[in-house]
């Protein structure tokens, strides 16, 4: 996320939780930084593990608990990475705990009916059938649909540009981008192969456990979409999650337009892998095919 003030909220930081208070540090070295600020809102609470949790309240304590804490989000959501969530931690009970009520955002009566069922219960096989009505996929009446090939990631994309997949493992997202690399730049030259962030290489996992860094080779194409997956230069949008263009090769990295609308050279860095080893890896990854953690603090404009 990129951090933001402006002129019409000079005074505002946007950021990452982790970015914010520099949780990738000694935590001792961190206890000054929520002294700062007057009010600090964290969104997703229900995604925070319990020793995010535990760690932003021991900053509030050495802030003398001045500032307005203020967590906002559910418990209806994927939990955190470690399977915890905030109300695991001891201190929950030391929150003020207000229900809100009125959706601000859905304006769609029939959307809001599927929020708040998907919210509150597992849908009844019936209640399933009526969330899917009018829902469809573009394969769905062809034989050996389930088997998708470059053909039809083509077909699906020629539709829905803007789709996202979804896939339920680590290797059929990577195997969704291996296609639609296929099917979008078939007929077009490949620019380079970059050693790319070792977590988008599934061969690197077993199940969920990763054991072992070997970076992911990527073909680099002219106008293909990327994803920067490492926060390297925030004020110029070279942020985790920022979607971007490629534009061409240069002798040092990738250059692309994000959409930001900046353009920045996506070069190699350097970060310790649990294997206490340093690797060189391009902080990027492809678009099209991604895993529900990846998508659940985002709103795309269309899944599949």
């Known amino acids: 996320m990129q951090r933001v003030g402006g002129a019409r909220h000079p005074d505002l930081d946007i950021d990452t939780v982790h970015g914010m208070f520099a949780l990738h540090k000694q935590e001792l070295s961190t206890a000054d930084m929520m002294k700062i600020y007057d009010m600090a809102i964290i969104d997703e609470v229900g995604q925070l593990p319990t020793w995010i949790f535990d760690r932003l309240l021991r900053l509030w304590d050495a802030a003398d608990r001045r500032p307005a804490l203020v967590f906002v989000g559910d418990f209806c959501q994927l939990t955190g990475a470690d399977g915890t969530t905030a109300r695991e931690s001891r201190r929950w009970s030391e929150m003020h705990i207000m229900n809100l009520h009125e959706m601000r955002r859905c304006k769609c009566d029939r959307l809001k009916w599927k929020l708040q069922l998907l919210r509150s219960a597992t849908p009844s096989g019936a209640q399933l059938k009526q969330i ?173």
Do not use: Y
């Open 132 to 304: 899917l009505r009018g829902h469809r996929a573009n394969l769905r009446g062809k034989a050996g649909a389930n088997r998708l090939d470059a053909e039809q990631i083509s077909a699906i994309l020629k539709e829905t540009p803007k789709t996202t997949f979804v896939t339920i493992s680590r290797k059929g997202s990577a195997r969704i981008n291996q296609l639609a690399l296929r099917a979008l730049f078939r007929d077009d030259s490949i620019l380079d192969w970059i050693p790319c962030d070792p977590q988008e290489n599934f061969n690197n996992f077993w199940r969920e456990t990763q054991v072992d860094a070997e970076p992911f080779w990527m073909p680099v194409h002219q106008s293909m979409r990327v994803t920067i997956t490492r926060n390297a230069d925030k004020e110029h949008g070279f942020v985790n999650g920022m979607g971007a263009t490629v534009q061409c090769m240069r002798r040092s990295g990738v250059q692309v337009l994000t959409d930001h609308g900046q353009v920045l050279l996506v070069h190699p860095i350097t970060h310790e892998t649990w294997m206490a080893s340093a690797e060189e890896r391009q902080p990027s990854r492809c678009v099209w095919g991604t895993v529900p953690h990846s998508t659940r603090s985002k709103v795309p404009l269309c899944l599949t």
